[in-house]
């Protein structure tokens, strides 16, 4: 059993230095600012009627999910379906903005984003409602991986 001791110990020792070192978090303001950015940037593609643009946050795979209305859809394909009649020549679409966002870093790499999506025209607004994104950064940038958006009751 005193043999077992060491062993142990050395196990312990070589196991715990291969662990990798935990990346720190990014500076909340300062993503919460870039996440804001974005999202304006985002605004914009779609009060122009940009819809490539406007999808150019999710994150461009089949895993990719958005819930809302009580249904789960998966894959950026069949999200740019839901949004794709919004941009038809001719359809109508109110113009966007989002506001009250909580950025809160999960990792170096992950980030959970809580705001709210206002939808309105000159008679004032049409839809609006809260939002919650789980985000990865990529080379390209941060992308949605999870939307969950919700509308308010009217």
């Known amino acids: 059993?005193?043999?077992?001791?060491?062993?142990?110990?050395?196990?312990?020792?070589?196991?715990?230095?291969?662990?990798?070192?935990?990346?720190?978090l990014p500076d909340r303001a300062a993503l919460t600012s870039s996440i804001q950015q974005q999202f304006s940037r985002s605004a914009d593609a779609w009060n122009r009627g940009d819809l490539d643009a406007f999808m150019s946050d999710y994150a461009p795979d089949s895993l990719t999910s958005y819930v809302s209305?009580?249904?789960?859809?998966k894959g950026v394909d069949v999200i740019r379906s839901h949004y794709a009649p919004r941009f038809a020549p001719g359809a109508n679409r109110d113009s966007l903005r989002f506001e009250e966002f909580n950025v809160r870093p999960l990792s170096s790499t992950l980030t959970l984003v809580t705001a709210r999506f206002i939808l309105y025209n000159t008679e004032g607004t049409t839809a609006?409602?809260?939002?919650?994104?789980?985000?990865?950064?990529?080379?390209d940038g941060w992308k949605i991986l999870h939307d969950h958006t919700s509308t308010d009751a009217r």
């Open 69 to 73: 209305a009580g249904h789960v859809v």
């Open 128 to 139: 609006s409602g809260p939002f919650t994104l789980v985000m990865e950064r990529r080379s």
């Open 1 to 24: 059993m005193v043999r077992a001791i060491p062993l142990a110990l050395a196990l312990l020792v070589a196991c715990s230095s291969s662990t990798p070192s935990p990346q720190p």
